[in-house]
Each structure stands twice: as C-alpha cells, then as structure tokens.
C-alpha cells in the first residue's frame, strides 16, 4: 500500500507548517528525511525494513489524515494528530 496523492499533500501542507520545528529521530543518514518535498512513499520505504511495516505505517497515515481533515475545529486533537503523523515519519518536534 502506498500512502495516496491526497494524503501526502496534506501531509506536506503539515510538513512545511512545521519546517523549521521539527528534527529526525533516525540516524543521520539512516533513512531519508521527510521533507515537503520529498516522496513520502519513499520515506517510508526507507524507515521500515518489511512491506508490512511499510503498509501499515501508509494505513496509519491515510487515518490518521482522514481524522485530521475532519477535526480542523479542535487544536488540541490536530496537535495530537501532528505528533503521530510526525513520528511515524520519523520526526519529532524539536525541543
């Protein structure tokens, strides 16, 4: 399974929010990094090591998206969403 055209704009619409808050929690050079611009599928591909992992990471991301889409009117829950979102891309806030 790949993560849809839809999701990865919206999660690049995330992503570019984010820019200039947000760190790897991978290994520099261990994975590619999720940036706006670069593909998310790959990204993915690069941090989980069996089509599996990869598939249920690209599931959790279009749910995790969906909910996010439907909940533009409660902060609290978008930010929660963010922080799955951005783990599961192998980022995290920067402190």
Not at 40 to 66: F, G, K, M, T
Not at 68 to 77: D, V
């Amino acid at each position: 399974m790949k993560i849809s055209a839809s999701t990865q704009y919206t999660l690049r619409q995330i992503l570019k929010r984010w820019e200039s808050r947000l760190t790897s929690v991978v290994s520099p050079g261990a994975a590619l990094s999720a940036t706006r611009t670069t593909d998310l599928n790959q990204v993915l591909a690069s941090l989980y090591p069996d089509e599996e992992q990869i598939c249920e990471s690209a599931r959790q991301l279009e749910r995790l998206v969906d909910l996010y889409r439907h909940l533009q009117e409660h902060p609290l829950i978008l930010q929660r969403l963010e922080q799955e979102m951005f783990w599961i891309l192998g980022l995290k806030p920067a402190a």
